[in-house]
């Protein structure tokens, strides 16, 4: 069965440092997202991407973010200069018509 | 704004017996509903989706009620077992992006 996958699956980082996390969708979805989770809270969302471009974005999805899908399989989520309070599990999701899929997640924490 | 949430934080059920997780719902515009499980360390799995045009959708030993007059959603889980001892979010959408609700633990005691 197709699934949606992340890596890396955790990342420490230093604060003010880049990061990037990685996706794979499933391939024939079109519509990619990312949420996060901070620990013991709700899942929230921070943007959605369509057709090449960002479709939706949060007011958590601020300068410091950026997505990318750079070729046919891989969707990326960068952040430019961690805080600490980017500490969060961070999933990717992916659909075609209305069921979104989600991936394993991957766990950042910034010291 | 638009909010999903939840009415109990935890539910602690005998295994066998059937669970019930409620969620409220305040977007109207909302079309589409899902409700998600999270087991530890792991993304949410789909468990049963209901448009806004049903009122009752049944899976395998799940159901979802939707009642858009009260803007409530339930999942019922039929004989609670070990393995169904997770997180349960509702989710709704009006099409693109999903609000969660805050999430309701389930633990299922043998």
């Known amino acids: 069965e197709p699934e949606v996958t992340q890596t890396p699956s955790h990342q420490v980082t230093q604060m003010g440092q880049e990061v990037i996390l990685r996706c794979v969708p499933i391939s024939n979805h079109l519509y990619f997202y990312w949420y996060r989770q901070i620990l013991g809270q709700k899942v929230e969302f921070l943007v959605s991407f369509y057709n090449n471009e960002i479709s939706e974005k949060s007011e958590i999805f601020d300068d410091q973010f950026s997505v990318e899908r750079p070729d046919g399989s891989n969707f990326t989520l960068k952040i430019r200069s961690t805080k600490l309070e980017d500490s969060a599990m961070y999933f990717c999701?992916?659909?075609?018509?209305?069921?979104?899929?989600f991936g394993p997640g991957t766990r950042l924490t910034v010291l | 704004g638009e909010s999903v949430g939840l009415h109990l934080p935890t539910l602690s059920v005998q295994e066998g017996d059937n669970s019930i997780i409620n969620c409220a719902y305040s977007n109207s515009a909302s079309d589409y509903f899902i409700w998600y499980k999270q087991e530890s360390g792991k993304g949410p799995q789909f468990i049963i989706d209901i448009r806004s045009n049903m009122d009752k959708r049944q899976g395998q030993r799940v159901t979802v009620l939707l009642n858009k007059t009260v803007k409530h959603l339930s999942l019922q889980i039929a004989a609670t077992q070990p393995g169904d001892s997770a997180v349960y979010f509702c989710?709704?959408?009006?099409?693109?992006?999903?609000?969660f609700g805050a999430g309701t633990i389930l633990r299922v005691k043998s």
């Open positions: 989710a709704e959408t009006g099409g693109n992006k999903l609000v």
């Open positions: 999701a992916s659909r075609l018509v209305n069921e979104q899929f």
